[in-house]
């Protein structure tokens, strides 16, 4: 049998080291290219979200309201009336306020809490000054070590039964002298009665002064809450039109995507494209997401057990100094490098294939929808993320057909078209732009199928190549 | 200060002020039984350290020293405690002697006994 030397071994724990390194580096690099993408996608979901909602609820009235809510489904919306509560908001608003304005602690408040002329700010510095001055006493007494103990034994008084035969009782009266010679008082018993009385005018001041704070407290919190209900107020209406749009967006993106595509297809609603691309874009996030979480986590388990097999193989070469047998060593020295590089590469193109697709628009060709096989065209396996996991399993018999031309040549449905556009499919630029989309889609297909030998393809002809650029 | 630097500094302290002070004595009267680490046996004066780590304050229990303070009390003997559980300075220990032999000889004087 062939052995390989202790030195060689412990060289290429090393070497191997560094190649793990380089994955952790490759791991960071990709988690923060992920987070800023990741904003970007979150803006424009806002961005999507916000449109959406603006276009779903134009105005706040009871007939834009009760067409939003016929046509995405939101039957309880009407029953609510809210331009009625913004009504009844705004009357109270108005009370409110005028409660405040006559407030004598909001009214006067200048008067009262000006940060240099009002009578609450002026006297709480003079309580403050005076308890400063009634305190001066009180501290020299108590900043002595042993006038605790002097006090607490009644030195001083009739009561005080230190025996003279105790060193403490000599300690008592050497503090007890120092403290009469600080205070400059001509006994103990005097520096005790006016401890005493300093600290009950320090507890009166101390009273005075908690008093006039939450005084001044209580009224700065009033003009707190004027300037916010006068906020409000005044931004009432465009405040309850975007509460009540944020809600409509969040049915319409919490409902199932089929469900509402096929409503809104029917009834060739304006909304269809708005609301495909929300739901295509938060489906999206969370797919990143999902691919990001699952590769990260699978290869710093792999990483892991490397790292911790490097460590045995190093202890256990140090520890005895001996050779290694050659097959164990060849299995040591093999360039894990173009494994990790396979990995990396198809992980990129799963993530980049999701990151570039914008096709929201053909959703509409489904009756079930399932981004993830739209995105990817049913070429990835995606089970690993939650989202579609339980997609297959609330679905158990859902199938994608990539075949999204067909569908659209027998598309049964008509899109919205205002009669401005002059007939044509209005969709706020978002749906295939006939045979053009088409060649380019054909065109990145061929180039992709061809750079891939595996056979993946890339959802749009001009996805940035991540793989080779390590995530970056 | 130790309890060895602050007994040499009471013994020469008793000494100067006449008394004869045998160190480390058992004291063994009625229902007391202590070791003193000074103690002049005629003229029943004397004084003890109380510490932790000579094991004094077993000795000097509470019930002890009371009985101990009440013979005090009476005027039967003079023992100066050290009973500060904090720092002790030879300063304030020489200064607390002073007070203790100052006012035991002004006791004495009353009573027409000083030694």
New interface residues.
Partial sequence: MSWVPAEQVLKTVEWQRQVLAEQQKRIADFNAYHATERQKLEAEQRAAAHDLGQAVLPRLDHPTIAAAAEAIGMVGLPAENVPGQVEARRQWLAGRLQQILTTPDYAQRELLRHPRTGSLTRALAETQEYRGLANQFVATCEEHPRFEQLMAGAWGTSEEKA?????????D??AAAELVTKTGKPSFSDVRAEYVKGKENVATYDAEIARLRNQIAAGEALEREYAALWDEHHALDARGLEHTRGRIVQHLLGVDASGMTQRLRAASSPFLMLFLRASGLAAKVSYLDGIQRSNVTELQKDLAAQQQKLVNVEQKTRKRWAPMPIANYQKLAEDRRPRYEKRWQRFGKTYQTVYVYDRWDRARYYDDILWWDLMTRGRYDGSYIPEVHSYYQSHPDYQFDPDWKSRQASYAYDDYAPASAGGATNDHGMSEQGGTDDADAAAASVEADGADQSGDVDASGDAADLTSTDAS | MTEAEGCALLLAKFTEAGYAIASDFHFHEGDIEVDLDGWDAKARVGYEYITREAGDDRQFDLATLARF?MR??KGEL???????RGA?TKE??G??AD??LA?LKKQREAIGSAP
Wanted: proline share 0%; no cysteine; charged share 25%.
């Fill in positions: 025996a003279w035969w105790r060193y403490s009782y000599w300690q009266r050497s | 303070e005090m009390e003079f023992v100066l405690l050290v009973d500060e002790v304030a220990l200064a607390a007070g203790f006012e």
